[in-house]
């Protein structure tokens, strides 16, 4: 027989909105509980881009800045993914917008390194610090430099 927390981390996969909400009711600790990764299951759901099962996460109180095993957040990985529309609903739901990974790599660098331009905008625009430097030594205008990312340049610069 499974046990909850792997059934649980299936409805996350799958997308099972209605599992999810069912299995929280019979034990609200699933919500901030993480597979044998490290991963929650915020984390999951948006690495899948699913939507609504992010928003009954967050509203079953999920840990909006919880960190896997690689001190990456939520919105770390939706950034270098791209989803604005996730990003979005994590910053309005109180992700930190300057987080660090065990890295030090911040959204804000991710998204320079993906070239995700509309991701920058957004986190520029909740005030992501651009000054922060990686374990690399490295900001995210670095990054943009380097890799010749002539638009974020202009917009970190």
Do not use: W
Not at 45 to 62: G, S
Not at 71 to 90: M, P
Not at 120 to 134: G, M, S
């Amino acid at each position: 027989m499974k046990k909850d927390t792997d059934v649980f981390f299936e409805a996350i996969k799958v997308g099972d909105k209605d599992r999810l909400k069912a299995l929280m009711c019979i034990n609200p600790q699933l919500v901030n509980s993480q597979d044998t990764r490290g991963f929650t299951p915020l984390i999951l759901a948006t690495y899948f881009d699913n939507e609504e099962a992010t928003q009954v996460l967050i509203e079953n109180n999920a840990d909006i800045n919880a960190k896997d095993a690689s001190g990456n957040t939520a919105l770390i990985g939706v950034s270098f993914k791209g989803n604005t529309s996730l990003a979005t609903t994590l910053l309005a739901n109180g992700a930190d917008v300057n987080a660090v990974n065990n890295q030090g790599t911040t959204a804000l660098i991710f998204a320079t390194q993906y070239n995700k331009i509309d991701i920058v905008k957004l986190l520029l625009e909740h005030k992501a610090d651009a000054t922060i430097n990686d374990t690399d030594g490295k900001t995210a205008l670095d990054y943009a430099e380097e890799k010749d990312f002539t638009e974020i340049t202009a917009i970190l610069g």
